[in-house]
């Protein structure tokens, strides 16, 4: 049904409300609401966003749900517009690059993954699917390579395997990676030891390295993106 399609698309909305102590759509508040819709730009594009909140004023209005809520949302929902082409300046410097990687901590497992991670996006610039989707079969140590069908584009691609990126792999997968059977590379190290899910963008924890190594932000991606 359409209500079903828009509850589906609504997942990041709820997520995020359950990871703040919010369980139904009947306790959600206008201070929750405001919160989340302020953190979209730092993730999303002005489309993406825009997106978004197409999708939760179709929801918010549909009486099934609009009868549940125990505030109006719409006011928040109005006057709703993107600009299609439109992209944050997000670029850093070799320097400022180089001061984000040295402020990870490379003597934890933790900060072990972190920093193949980033290292894989600096370096190669994958998207964060691509990372998160990286599988052992994808190594080739003999020819140095690391191949992979994009996520995204569906294009195969060939990438030479670096120095830095071979060691800090090595160092992961020797130190760090969770003793599993697994096809991925990546596997959690809280909770069960499964692979990354769809949901991790690991914007927090590179967020948290670029304000360690104390480069300015203002106005830019300072995620994986």
Not at 104 to 115: A, F, H, I, Q
Not at 137 to 145: E, F, N, Q, R, Y
């Amino acid at each position: 049904s359409e209500l079903a399609g828009l509850l589906g698309k609504s997942k990041v909305l709820f997520l995020y409300l359950a990871n703040n102590g919010c369980d139904s759509i009947e306790d959600m508040t206008m201070e929750l609401l405001l919160r989340f819709i302020g953190g979209l730009s730092d993730r999303y594009s002005s489309q993406g966003k825009t997106g978004i909140l197409y999708t939760l004023r179709n929801l918010f209005g549909s009486p099934e749900v609009s009868c549940r809520l125990q505030m109006d949302p719409m006011p928040l929902l109005k006057g709703l517009h993107s600009r299609k082409h439109e992209r944050l300046a997000s670029t850093y410097t070799a320097d400022e690059v180089k001061k984000v990687m040295d402020s990870v901590d490379r003597s934890s497992k933790s900060g072990k993954t972190m920093y193949l991670i980033m290292l894989l996006a600096c370096v190669y610039g994958l998207r964060v699917s691509d990372i998160r989707g990286l599988q052992m079969s994808s190594i080739h140590w003999k020819k140095l390579t690391i191949d992979l069908f994009q996520h995204k584009t569906k294009r195969h691609i060939e990438l030479p395997m670096t120095e830095g990126v071979r060691l800090a792999l090595l160092d992961y997968l020797k130190n760090a990676r969770p003793n599993v059977r697994n096809p991925y590379v990546f596997i959690k190290h809280r909770g069960a030891p499964d692979p990354y899910s769809s949901n991790d963008h690991f914007a927090s924890k590179v967020s948290a390295y670029f304000r360690r190594a104390g480069v300015d932000t203002g106005g830019k991606h300072h995620g994986l993106h």
